[in-house]
C-alpha cells in the first residue's frame, strides 16, 4: 500500500493539537482527522477515533502492524514539519 499524497491543516487554537491531516492510499482510499500532537518537545499521531457507550474512545481506523504506523507518522510529521517552516519563514 502507497501513500500517495498527505494533506496537513495546521491548528492555532489549541496546544497539545497541532494539525490535522488526510492521507490517501493508493489513490483510492483516504483517511481524514489524523491528529497531529504535541506534548512538551514531543510529536505523535492519534489515528480518528470515536467516543463509545463506556466513555473510551475507540480507533475508526488504524494501521495493523508498527511498520505501517511508522510509515504513516513519518509521511505526516514531514509534511506537518515541512508547514511549519513555510510559515515561520513568512513571518
Known sequence: ?????V???L???N?????V???TFDECFVI???KVIGISDSLF???PSRKGKDGQFK???????????????????KEYKLLVAQQENQI
Open 1 to 5: 500500500m502507497t501513500i500517495t499524497d
Open 7 to 9: 494533506k496537513v491543516r
Open 11 to 13: 491548528l492555532t487554537e
Open 15 to 19: 496546544d497539545k493539537l497541532k494539525a
Open 21 to 23: 491531516a488526510s492521507v
Open 32 to 34: 481524514h482527522d489524523i
Open 45 to 47: 499521531i492519534s489515528m
Open 59 to 77: 480507533d475508526i481506523a488504524h494501521p495493523i502492524n508498527a511498520e505501517m504506523r511508522e510509515r504513516l507518522s513519518n509521511e505526516i510529521l
